[in-house]
């Protein structure tokens, strides 16, 4: 019974398993280490929601009498109890009972969370989260708790056996009580499925699924923006009613890596860019294209029939009163796979002797076809070298994590999906830094290394910006995406109030009533996200500046000022781009 028990748990603790790996290969331990340390909110959230006292419900069954989970405690301590007055199964009931204390205590978070308040009560996971070597890497303590689950599996379930071999002397009233105990234990933590979002009964859409090949599949636009999890939840389960064999729309429980940057590269994409994007998914696999009318323009519908008419001259097509599916088929498009097919560099200029910096790894692809990584888009290992220059041999050699995004479409930048944590080597001075990857030379460059506690010579507002973005061209109505590798030159380090700005220089002085909302405005540093490592940008350090922004309304030909800017102080590091507006019914080629 304990063994059938512990099974039922068996798949979840697979899942996490799969879950904590993903994790382990894209922060080492060190790393993971450092930035629980450096970082208030980077322990998971989820640990907040843990409530074992109302894990269950209220009033449910024996819980009404105690806490819930009571009649499973009960059985659990019977089963320690008896297990210690046995001498053969002593050692083995209380090392299980110690187990599921600790790990209970530890489920619990760094500190006592009551009534969804803060006690301020720190509990030993603190102690562990910052001692022990590898705790750090578990986020989220919630996990911990299935083996409490599991331990008080099998402590129940030797707590009924105890009760029946010691107390009951009649065979039938063995069993009965065997049944009893089993039924109690169900009718308590038997729950009806709690409602997340309404099932969507459209068997238009599966029949128009079907009358495509089954192939991977994905909803344009998928769903970067959206507000809810709802759309994306009703989607999986279309795809699941429709047999689809894979489906990218951003959310499916544990999320393939890249999934969020494939979701952005769908949803960016512009009348200038969308054959691009289509064909580097093609190159995943992916040939259904679904597009949903609830979230698109008839106009916004047209533009993407028009780049899927480009890419395949007559796909297959069915259509719902929410849908459009259209099929391209053909051959795999050619790309290039390999780091050797790629430019890359590092988004830093200096840094302090013995930190641990932060550096985004920009990748260009400046070929006429997609790139992908060699295999799946998984961490690569990848070796850092820093040589003092004038010396004859490396000063600092590391093994850094590299986590390339699936697949970068024709003429695209983009950034490995986290930046690198480096440390910096001890002595101050100039340095010439080189990345291998599978002994292949990535990248070569010079860093300057800073005392600690020196200052920048120059002012305290400075920049270098690199804008990615040049003559860009979009329908009316269209927004532009703008990328901008910026350095911070200055003297002091960036906060949350230094933001990358863009303004609209409106040709010949007009000035357009409509257009107010997108003349200017910010693009940010994901300092609030949940996983972002990002706390400041010091000296010498940089970010890619990555996103949409909104364009005029009239037609023409503008110049966008992009620039960093001290919110209520001023702008500094100015570029500027040019943007080709052209009438919606006029494609950009």
Same mark, same amino acid.
């Given at each position: 019974?304990?063994?059938?028990?512990?099974?039922?748990?068996?798949? @979840?603790?697979?899942?996490?398993?799969?879950?904590?790996?993903?994790?382990? #290969?894209?922060? +080492?331990?060190?790393?993971? /280490?450092?930035? /629980?340390?450096?970082?208030?909110?980077?322990?998971?959230?989820?640990?907040? #929601?843990?409530?074992?006292?109302?894990?269950?419900?209220?009033?449910?069954?024996?819980?009404?009498?105690?806490?819930?989970?009571?009649?499973?405690?009960?059985?659990?301590?019977?089963?320690?109890?008896?297990?210690?007055?046995?001498?053969?199964?002593?050692?083995?009931?209380?090392? @299980?009972?110690?187990?599921?204390?600790?790990?209970?205590?530890?489920?619990?978070?760094?500190?006592?969370?009551?009534?969804?308040?803060?006690? *301020?009560?720190?509990?030993?996971?603190?102690?562990?989260?910052?001692?022990?070597?590898?705790?750090?890497?578990? $986020?989220?303590?919630?996990?911990?708790?299935?083996?409490?689950?599991?331990?008080?599996?099998?402590?129940?379930?030797?707590?009924?056996?105890?009760?029946?071999?010691?107390? =009951?002397?009649?065979?039938?009233?063995?069993?009965?009580?065997?049944?009893?105990?089993?039924?109690?234990?169900?009718?308590?933590?038997? $729950?009806?499925?709690?409602?997340?979002?309404?099932?969507?009964?459209?068997?238009?859409?599966?029949?128009?699924?079907?009358?495509?090949?089954?192939?991977?599949?994905?909803?344009?636009?998928?769903?970067?923006?959206?507000?809810?999890?709802?759309?994306?939840?009703?989607?999986?389960?279309?795809?699941?009613?429709?047999?689809? =064999?894979?489906?990218?729309?951003?959310?499916?429980?544990?999320?393939?890596?890249?999934?969020?940057?494939?979701?952005? @590269?769908?949803?960016?994409?512009?009348?200038?860019?969308?054959?691009?994007?289509?064909?580097?998914?093609?190159?995943?696999?992916?040939?259904?294209?679904?597009?949903?009318?609830?979230?698109?323009?008839?106009?916004?519908?047209?533009?993407?029939?028009?780049?899927?008419?480009?890419?395949?001259?007559?796909?297959?097509?069915?259509?719902?009163?929410?849908?459009? =599916?259209?099929?391209?088929?053909?051959?795999?498009?050619?790309?290039?796979?390999?780091?050797?097919?790629?430019?890359?560099?590092?988004?830093? #200029?200096?840094?302090?002797? +013995?930190?641990?910096?932060?550096?985004?790894?920009? @990748?260009?692809?400046?070929?006429?076809?997609?790139?992908?990584?060699?295999?799946?888009?998984?961490?690569? $290992?990848?070796?850092?070298?820093?040589?003092?220059?004038?010396?004859?041999?490396?000063?600092?050699?590391?093994?850094?994590?590299?986590?390339?995004?699936?697949?970068?479409?024709?003429? /695209?930048?983009?950034?490995?999906?986290?930046?690198?944590?480096?440390?910096?080597?001890?002595?101050?001075?100039?340095?010439?830094?080189?990345?291998?990857?599978?002994?292949?030379?990535?990248?070569?460059?010079?860093?300057?290394?800073?005392?600690?506690?020196?200052?920048?010579?120059?002012?305290?507002?400075?920049?270098?910006?690199?804008?990615?973005?040049?003559?860009?061209?979009? $329908?009316?109505?269209?927004?532009?995406?703008?990328?901008?590798?910026?350095?911070?030159? *200055?003297?002091?380090?960036?906060?949350?109030?230094?933001?990358?700005?863009?303004?609209?220089?409106?040709?010949?002085?007009?000035?357009?009533?409509?257009?107010?909302?997108?003349?200017?405005?910010?693009?940010?540093?994901?300092?609030?996200?949940?996983?972002?490592?990002?706390?400041?940008?010091?000296?010498?350090?940089?970010?890619?500046?990555?996103?949409?922004?909104?364009?005029?309304?009239?037609?023409?030909?503008?110049?966008?000022?992009?620039?960093?800017?001290?919110?209520?102080?001023?702008?500094?590091?100015?570029?500027?781009?040019?943007?080709?507006?052209?009438?919606? *019914?006029?494609?950009?080629?």
């Amino acid at each position: 019974g304990a063994g059938v028990a512990a099974a039922l748990f068996v798949p @979840l603790l697979s899942g996490y398993l799969g879950f904590w790996l993903d994790h382990r #290969e894209v922060r +080492s331990l060190a790393e993971a /280490s450092g930035l /629980s340390a450096r970082i208030q909110d980077y322990m998971s959230i989820a640990n907040q #929601e843990l409530r074992w006292y109302e894990a269950l419900g209220r009033d449910r069954g024996i819980s009404s009498l105690g806490v819930p989970g009571i009649s499973a405690v009960v059985m659990a301590v019977l089963g320690i109890f008896f297990g210690v007055l046995t001498p053969g199964l002593r050692s083995v009931i209380t090392s @299980l009972g110690l187990f599921g204390c600790v790990l209970f205590v530890w489920s619990l978070g760094p500190d006592l969370w009551w009534n969804y308040e803060r006690t *301020g009560v720190v509990l030993p996971y603190a102690w562990a989260h910052a001692h022990l070597p590898g705790f750090a890497v578990i $986020r989220n303590p919630a996990f911990l708790s299935l083996g409490v689950m599991v331990a008080v599996a099998f402590l129940a379930a030797m707590g009924i056996d105890q009760v029946q071999r010691r107390v =009951v002397r009649w065979r039938w009233l063995v069993t009965v009580i065997g049944l009893l105990g089993m039924s109690l234990l169900v009718g308590e933590f038997a $729950r009806t499925p709690t409602i997340i979002g309404s099932i969507p009964e459209r068997l238009n859409l599966t029949r128009a699924m079907q009358v495509v090949p089954k192939s991977p599949s994905v909803f344009v636009p998928v769903g970067s923006e959206f507000n809810s999890s709802e759309p994306n939840v009703q989607r999986l389960w279309w795809s699941v009613r429709g047999s689809r =064999v894979a489906l990218i729309n951003g959310y499916s429980g544990f999320e393939p890596q890249g999934s969020k940057y494939l979701a952005r @590269l769908v949803d960016f994409s512009t009348d200038g860019t969308r054959k691009e994007v289509i064909e580097a998914l093609r190159i995943l696999g992916v040939q259904t294209f679904i597009l949903d009318r609830g979230h698109m323009t008839d106009e916004e519908i047209d533009r993407w029939g028009h780049a899927l008419g480009r890419v395949d001259a007559s796909p297959r097509y069915a259509s719902t009163d929410r849908f459009v =599916v259209q099929h391209i088929g053909g051959t795999t498009p050619r790309f290039r796979a390999g780091w050797q097919q790629i430019d890359a560099r590092m988004v830093v #200029e200096s840094a302090i002797a +013995s930190e641990r910096i932060l550096v985004p790894f920009v @990748l260009v692809n400046t070929g006429s076809v997609a790139w992908r990584p060699i295999g799946r888009p998984v961490v690569q $290992r990848a070796e850092i070298s820093w040589r003092l220059q004038g010396s004859g041999e490396d000063a600092v050699r590391a093994d850094i994590s590299i986590l390339p995004p699936p697949v970068i479409p024709a003429g /695209s930048v983009s950034q490995v999906l986290h930046p690198v944590s480096v440390r910096v080597p001890e002595a101050p001075g100039m340095y010439d830094v080189v990345v291998r990857v599978d002994g292949f030379e990535l990248i070569r460059t010079s860093i300057r290394v800073r005392a600690s506690g020196s200052k920048l010579l120059s002012p305290d507002l400075q920049a270098e910006v690199r804008l990615y973005t040049s003559n860009a061209c979009v $329908r009316s109505g269209e927004r532009v995406v703008i990328q901008a590798e910026v350095i911070n030159t *200055g003297a002091i380090a960036w906060d949350a109030q230094h933001r990358l700005g863009f303004r609209w220089l409106v040709p010949d002085g007009r000035f357009v009533m409509d257009d107010l909302d997108a003349l200017e405005g910010r693009l940010t540093v994901s300092y609030d996200e949940q996983d972002s490592p990002w706390i400041q940008i010091p000296p010498g350090s940089g970010y890619l500046f990555e996103g949409p922004i909104p364009t005029p309304i009239d037609p023409g030909t503008y110049k966008v000022r992009v620039g960093m800017v001290k919110e209520q102080v001023r702008w500094f590091g100015n570029q500027t781009v040019s943007v080709l507006v052209r009438p919606s *019914g006029d494609p950009c080629q």
